[in-house]
Each structure stands twice: as structure tokens, then as C-alpha cells.
């Protein structure tokens, strides 16, 4: 193949890798921004939870016997301190119980107090936290003996927290700017005059590695901006302390003339367990240190801490004095560990992102340049990669919504008065709409062709996301959720259909697997980002982001997909659909397809994964963003697992083996994760991360499994004589919808295992050992084929 490219196909060339590069990178740097000021932000309000209750605990104290709150002397002198100390807190202020303000600090700006409504808890509990676009308030409780008496509000100016991290982050755009640009230049000079054979190759290796290397940049970026956060809690604890005591040391005054010194210390370290010790120092002799007092009076420094110092003396006193409080360094780790974890599904989503933007791009190239000069592979190859950001990106706008639209359905209902089991109509219209439409679209596939399957799915999915953002009642949610179901199902086999008639007989798996990798990487992609975006644009924006990107979606397909031709498989045979089904109903090799493998890995899917496993998690104290974290890890598994085994799978043909292999795979996994209950893993002297790595193991494996089944299951139905027969959409789109019942029926079966076994980890190893015995089932004696291969047609 010889592509000898002119100057200005050249320019076009580097503009249009550019292009990509640039929007791939500018993604990552602002969902890494996103991620960045919304961790920040959760700094900062543990940061001024901590502040504020200093001055509550002071203030407690004095309305506990039954003073009156109005009565209290001394709320500036403890609060402007606070203020002074902290430029991100705008000002202090203590209301009644009836919410007039009674005492407001001098320092800082007037604070307006935010309505209940605009609330939430705090997630340890102690506070409600209050915020509107611009504000972001912290109000803390003040009781006596027997009620609240009145409250405490710290408030913030949301964009000075903005500014922080806008500070981190703005070099990262010049840094993205000059990738992109070394990038584009590495094309033009380099990629463009490598061998034609390789020069797809060497691309997309230059591409990797820019998004690696600005990638590195950025995670040390957000890292850095996490410990920041994580450490501002000890300095403002050790700023605030020394505010407290300033007064002492610019009027000349003596320490020892004051009592209750010590008694302060203590209350500071009582109220921040998370800081190992804080003192007052005066030369190298402790005057005031939190219990336990060191036995030689002197200042203690770890290697494994970090130390904090605010001097009150100039800094050529005779005499130094100066506060210092000391954290150990793994209380900071730990807060960023837990911050920068999330931040994996989020650049797994980014990398997705990247890499299908380079694939289209590549691809679009070579049927515009060369399309005469492809090989036969090429050809198929560039032809499949212009179908996947279509399925990658109509599952993504679906899972924008899951991290936020249970919540919103049940806002509905509730704002209707109706019972709160009325909620889940909107799903199950949503999900009964996706199964009623996939055997219609499988037969009118036959008439139409997959590509206008395609741009019609895309329409109705992207009305239904439409009509989410004007939602105001339930009726309007169930319409809006049957259509995006509608829509989903038909572009669901209008992708099926296009990826099996565009591909030869031995690359029918490999085609296949561009389904798996589009479903689950636009699942974890949808969930990561929407849970991110509707954070700073509200649900109604997601639903208006979600509604652009399937029109220009659609209007993509519209133009790039190959016009389609209506498939002649099965042509001449317009007999009714449900006799098509029985048909395949009475196909002793479908069924076994089915119900031995198909539906069990889904049920598997639905019922251990989604159900049990987050249920005895939650029991063993896991976070629910360390649950998610397992579902990504099996996500990415069966990505590389189908990438991996669909290449051989194609190459031997030997799909029944590969399902075996499957099956068994599952039990393995499913084994193994039962091994958790088991007292060497989960016994209380056993450190928990052997259970988080077992866990990982057996979902991994169970992720590999099903990597196993997902694409070689369609290319072993489609195979076989039945399809030949009645035709290979038609059957793998009644496949699909069979298929489906596997995911109802899950949660279903698990429920009643937990029922009779008991809710716990031995289960799921029963139910691996089913798995094991419906796998050995599955081997049958190869039936007369007549070669699907003879009718694949361009879709």
C-alpha cells in the first residue's frame, strides 16, 4: 500500500492531530480541574469544621449551665483570630434558635445566613453544610444540656477556593498547548515518512505516549493540590492557636501570669484527633503541650510527621516563642489516597476518550486518502473503528444520568405526594422498552440497513435525554425514559448489525469485542464524569450536555457510516416474528448458548456483582466509592480480556472452547471472592487490605471470564445453523433479548440464595459451583453448519 502524501495533505494532516491531541488533553486537564476543586472543597469544609469548633466547644461551655447565648462576652476576640488566620474564611457569625444573628466577628466581610433548604449533612455528621453558587457556608450546633440553643456559620467565598486550585492547574494548559503542538510536528516529520505498514503504529505509539507524559503532569498536579488540602487542616489548627495567643506576646506579658493555657492546648488536640500533639513553645522548654506531656519537657520531632510552626516573636527574639503542631504524615496520605482514587475511573474515562478520538481520526484518513489503496484488512479495520465512538457515546450520555437520576425520580414523587415505590416506573419503562425493541430492530434491519438503525436510535435516545431537562412530572419521566429505552435497544442492534456485516468470517469476534469495549467503557466513562459534571451544572445541564452529544452523534453517523444496504439474510421469508422465535426456541445449540452460558453471565453480573458483593461490603465497612472502585476493576478486565481472546478466537474458530473456558473462569472468580469469608482473610487481627486484594483477584478473574463469553457468545449464535437459516440479526438481536432476562433474573436468584444459605460470602461460592455445572452441560456435538460467512453483506 503506498500513501505518498502531498504538502497540503500533509498540513491537513498535522491541523487534524493536532485538533485531536489538543481535545483529548484539554478533556483531561479539566476533568482533572473538576475532580481537583470538588476534593478541595471538601478540604475546606473540613478544614473550617475543625476551626469552628473551637470557638463552639468555647461557647457550649458557657450556655451548658442554662446562660442565654446573647449573654456570651468575648465571640470577637475568638473569632477574629480565626478569620485573620485564614483568608478563605470570610466571617463568623452565631445565630438563635429562632435565626437572629447575635454575635458577628469584626474581621472579614457580613456573612448572610443560607436557608436549611440549600443544606446537607457533613459526611462525618457534626455539621450542615450549606452552598449556593457563590457561598459556601458551615454551620455547627450549639446546645445546652438539654437543645440547641442557637447556631455557629463559618462562611467561604466559594471562588476564592477556585482560585487555589485555578493557580495549580493554569500551567497545565500551556503544557497540554506544547504536546499537542510536538505532537502534530512528530507526525508530519516523522509518522508521515515511516512505511505505510507501520505508520499507523508509530502514530498512535507518539500519541500514547504525549497523553502518558502530560498525563504524569497532571496527576502531580492534583497530588500536590491534595496534600495541600489535607495539610491545611494542621496549619490553620496551629494558625489559629497562635492568633489566640498573640495578644500575650505584644503586650510583653508573661505566660505565667495566665491560667489556662494548657487547658487550650488540650482543647485544641481534643477537637482535632487527627494531629499527633500541639504546643507552646518558649526557647526549647514547653510552657503548654497536649496530653501526654513528654517526661524531659522538651519538643519531640518524628521523621514520620509533618511539623507545623507559627512563630509569635520576631525572628531575632533573645527568646523565640512560637506554636507548633505535628501530624503524622500517614493521616495526610491516607486523606490523599482516598481523594486521588476517584480520580482513576475518571482518567480510565479520559484515556477512552483519547484513544477513540485518535482511532476516528486515523480512520478517517484512510478512507478519505486511500481508499482504493487498502487491503482488504485495513479496510475492514478503519471501516469498524468509525462505528465505535458512535455505541461509546450512546452508552456514555445513558450512565451521565445514573449517579443522580434515582435521586431526582424520587424528588418527583415525592413533590407529587405519590408513594415512593412509583419511582422505579421510569426504569422499568426505560428497561422494558430497550427489551421490546431489540427483536423489531433486528428484523427491520433486514429492510432498512444497520446505518439508518443507527442515526434513528441516536434520535429517540437523544429526545428522551431532552425531555429529562424540562422534567416536572412523573408521566413526563416515564415518556422521556421509553424513549431513550426505545432509542438505545435500536442503535444497540443497528451497532450489532453493522459490526457483523462490515467484518469478515475470521475477524467476527474481533468485531464483536468493539461492542464490549464500547458498552463497558462508556459505562464507566458516563458514570465517572456525570457524577463530576452535574456537581457544576446542575442535572438539567447533564440532560442538555447529554442531549448535544447524541445529535451531533447522530449527525456523525450521518455522514461518515457507509451507506448501508438492507441485509438478504433471510430474505424472502416474511413470516412473523414470534415464529422466528420459536423456532429458535427449538434449536437444541441456541439454547444451550443461552441458558448454560449467555443468561448465567449476565445473572452473574446483575446478581453477585451489582447485588451481593456491594451488600457484604457494605457490612464489612467499605466506602461507597470503594465499591465503585470493584466495578471499574471488573469493567477494565473484560475489556482487555475480550480485546485479548477475540483476536484468537477468530483465528481458531473454536468459540465452544473459548465459552468453556469462560464458565469456568466465572466459577473460579466467583471461588475465589467466597474465600473472603474465610477467618485467615477476614479475621479482626488480619490486616483488611488482604481481603481488598482477594476481592480484587476474584473479581478480576470474573471480569476476564466474562471477557470471554461477551463477544465469542454473538460470533458462536451467529455461526450456527439457525442464523443461517432465519438470518444473523434477526437471531442475535432475539439472542440479546433472551439474554436480558439474565440481568432481571440475578438479583432475583442471589436473593433467594441469600435466603436459604444466609447472606454471606459462602454463597457466592455456591453459586460459582452452579456455574461449574451448567459449564459442563454446555459441550455438544457440532451440528451441520452452513457458513454465515456466504451471507455477510455490507451492513
Known amino acids: 500500500m503506498d500513501m505518498n502524501l502531498t504538502r497540503g495533505r500533509r498540513v491537513a494532516d498535522a491541523v487534524a492531530m493536532f485538533v485531536v491531541a489538543a481535545i483529548s488533553l484539554l478533556i483531561l486537564v479539566y476533568i482533572a480541574f473538576g475532580e481537583a476543586r470538588r476534593n478541595y472543597e471538601r478540604f475546606q469544609i473540613e478544614k473550617l469544621i475543625s476551626q469552628g469548633q473551637v470557638a463552639q466547644s468555647v461557647i457550649e461551655t458557657f450556655v451548658r449551665p442554662g446562660l442565654p447565648m446573647h449573654q456570651f462576652v468575648g465571640f470577637t476576640p475568638l473569632t477574629d483570630p480565626l478569620v485573620d488566620a485564614d483568608p ?17 466577628s469584626n474581621a472579614g466581610g457580613k456573612i448572610r445566613l443560607l436557608g436549611s433548604e440549600l443544606g446537607r449533612r457533613s459526611d462525618d455528621g457534626l455539621a450542615e453544610i450549606r452552598t449556593t453558587s457563590e457561598i459556601l457556608q458551615v454551620v455547627l450546633p450549639i446546645k445546652n444540656r438539654f437543645e440547641t440553643v442557637g447556631i455557629l456559620v463559618l462562611s467561604s467565598p466559594r471562588a476564592l477556593i477556585v482560585t487555589k486550585v485555578e493557580e495549580a492547574f493554569l500551567p497545565l ?17 516523522f509518522g508521515q515518512n515511516a512505511p505505510p505498514n507501520r505508520r499507523a503504529r508509530v502514530v498512535a505509539i507518539a500519541f500514547a505516549l504525549k497523553f502518558i507524559v502530560v498525563s504524569a503532569f497532571v496527576v502531580h498536579t492534583l497530588l500536590s493540590v491534595y496534600t495541600q488540602g489535607a495539610q491545611a487542616r494542621a496549619k490553620a489548627i496551629a494558625d489559629s492557636l497562635a492568633q489566640r495567643l498573640d495578644d500575650i506576646v505584644n503586650y510583653e506579658l508573661s505566660f505565667d501570669e495566665f491560667t489556662g493555657i494548657i487547658a487550650l492546648v488540650d482543647d485544641y488536640k481534643r477537637l482535632n484527633p487527627e494531629i499527633r500533639a500541639a504546643a507552646l513553645l518558649i526557647g526549647d522548654k514547653i510552657r503548654a503541650h497536649s496530653a501526654p506531656v513528654p517526661p524531659d519537657n522538651k519538643w519531640r520531632s518524628l521523621a514520620n510527621e ?13 527568646v523565640p516563642i512560637h506554636v507548633v503542631v505535628a501530624m503524622p504524615k500517614d493521616v495526610v496520605y491516607k486523606q490523599v489516597f482516598r481523594s486521588g482514587k476517584n480520580f482513576v475511573a475518571l482518567f480510565v474515562a479520559c484515556a477512552f476518550i483519547a484513544a477513540l478520538f ?14 482504493k489503496d487498502l487491503d482488504t484488512e485495513e ?16 452508552v456514555f450520555i445513558e450512565h451521565l444520568n445514573y449517579a443522580f437520576l434515582p435521586q431526582l425520580m424520587h424528588e418527583i414523587v415525592a413533590h407529587s405526594h405519590m408513594s415512593a415505590g412509583y419511582a422505579s416506573l421510569p426504569f422499568l419503562g426505560y428497561y422494558a422498552a430497550f427489551a421490546l425493541s431489540l427483536i423489531p430492530a433486528g428484523r427491520l434491519d433486514g429492510r432498512v440497513g444497520s446505518r439508518k438503525l443507527i442515526i434513528v436510535g441516536l434520535l429517540l435516545a437523544g429526545l428522551g435525554i431532552s425531555l429529562l431537562s424540562a422534567l416536572s412530572t412523573l408521566e413526563m419521566a416515564i415518556m422521556a425514559r421509553v424513549l431513550a429505552g426505545l432509542g438505545q435497544g435500536t442503535l444497540f442492534i443497528g451497532v450489532q448489525s453493522y459490526v457483523l456485516a462490515n467484518s469478515s468470517a475470521n475477524r467476527k469476534t474481533q468485531a464483536g469485542s ?15 464524569i456525570g457524577s463530576l459534571l452535574v456537581t457544576y451544572i446542575d442535572a438539567s445541564g447533564v440532560f442538555r450536555l447529554g442531549t448535544g452529544i447524541a445529535f451531533i452523534t447522530m449527525l456523525y453517523a450521518a455522514a461518515v457510516l457507509p451507506k448501508s444496504e438492507p441485509s438478504l439474510a433471510g430474505a424472502g421469508r416474511p413470516r412473523a416474528a414470534f415464529l422466528d422465535v420459536v423456532a429458535m426456541l427449538r434449536n437444541g445449540p441456541f439454547l444451550k448458548s443461552m441458558f448454560l452460558i449467555g443468561v448465567p453471565a449476565k445473572a452473574v453480573l446483575t446478581g453477585v456483582l451489582l447485588f451481593a458483593l456491594p451488600m457484604l461490603l457494605t457490612q464489612q465497612g467499605y466506602a461507597r466509592e470503594d465499591i465503585g472502585q470493584f466495578t471499574m476493576v471488573y469493567a477494565g478486565a473484560v475489556i482487555l480480556a475480550s480485546s485479548l481472546v477475540s483476536t484468537y478466537a477468530d483465528r481458531s474458530r473454536q468459540t465452544e472452547r473459548i465459552l468453556v473456558a469462560g464458565g469456568a473462569l466465572t ?9 473472603v469469608g474465610l477467618d485467615m482473610f477476614a479475621g479482626k487481627d488480619v490486616n483488611p487490605a488482604w481481603m481488598t486484594g482477594l476481592i480484587v483477584v476474584g473479581v478480576s478473574v470474573i471480569g476476564v471470564a466474562h471477557g470471554f463469553i461477551n463477544a465469542p457468545v454473538v460470533t458462536h449464535v451467529a455461526d450456527s445453523r439457525i442464523a443461517a437459516e432465519l438470518g444473523v440479526a434477526n437471531v442475535a438481536s432475539t439472542y440479546r433479548l433472551i439474554e436480558r432476562f439474565g440481568h432481571m433474573l440475578g438479583p432475583v436468584m442471589m436473593g433467594q440464595v441469600f435466603l436459604f444459605f444466609g447472606a454471606s460470602w459462602a454463597s457466592i461460592g455456591w453459586v460459582g459451583a452452579g456455574i461449574l455445572f451448567l459449564t459442563i452441560l454446555f459441550p455438544s456435538e457440532p451440528e451441520p453448519l452452513e457458513s454465515s460467512e456466504e451471507d455477510t453483506v455490507v451492513a
Not at 173 to 189: H, K, M, Q, R, T
Request: hydrophobic residues 60%; neutral net charge.
Open 379 to 394: 479496510k475492514e479495520k478503519a471501516t469498524l473503528n468509525l462505528v465505535k465512538p458512535v455505541f461509546f457515546l450512546a
Open 306 to 318: 509533618f511539623e507545623f510552626q507559627v512563630p509569635l516573636t520576631k525572628p531575632d527574639a533573645a
Open 667 to 675: 466459577a473460579v472468580g466467583l471461588v475465589i471472592v467466597s474465600l
Open 514 to 528: 468493539a461492542i464490549v469495549f464500547g458498552f463497558q467503557a462508556g459505562m464507566i466513562a458516563g458514570m465517572a
Open 358 to 371: 485518535m482511532g476516528v481520526a486515523r480512520s478517517l484518513q484512510y478512507v478519505s486518502m486511500a481508499a
Open 88 to 104: 478563605l474564611i470570610d466571617n463568623i457569625a452565631a445565630y438563635d434558635a429562632t435565626g437572629n444573628r447575635v454575635f458577628s
Open 173 to 189: 494548559v500551556s503544557i497540554a498547548a506544547i504536546g499537542s503542538l510536538l505532537f502534530s510536528l512528530y507526525v508530519v516529520v
